[in-house]
């Protein structure tokens, strides 16, 4: 790989690092039953707002999958990082550019 496109996995590995914690750090206290229904902050819809019961359960669920896919995200991202692992040129462009944000919403 050329020098200019390591420094673009390098930077797009950090950028999705970054994203992968604040995702988990967002996502903590809806799994632990911390946030009540709002219109704002957690999985908003018809059937998760009906009730209290189905709001925590439905966030428990929702913020659980996000959790786990944070951290698979970030430990490829420190992975990557840390170690310097040879990624494939498509993998670049398909993977760490477009599937990371893509997981992480």
């Known amino acids: 790989m050329e020098p200019a496109a390591i420094d673009v996995v390098r930077s797009m590995a950090t950028i999705n ?3 992968s ?3 988990i750090v967002f996502a903590y206290p809806l799994y632990r039953g911390m946030v009540g229904r709002n219109g704002l902050y957690g999985l908003r819809t018809r059937k998760s707002m009906a009730s209290d019961e189905a709001w925590y359960a439905a966030n428990k669920l929702a913020a659980a999958c996000m959790m786990v896919g ?4 970030g430990s490829l991202c420190s992975a990557q990082l840390t170690m310097g692992l040879p990624v494939p ?4 462009d398909d993977v760490i550019t477009y599937a990371g944000p893509v997981v992480l919403m």
């Open 70 to 73: 944070a951290a698979v995200l």
């Open 21 to 23: 914690v604040l995702v």
């Open 89 to 92: 040129e498509h993998l670049v």
């Open 17 to 19: 690092l970054g994203l």
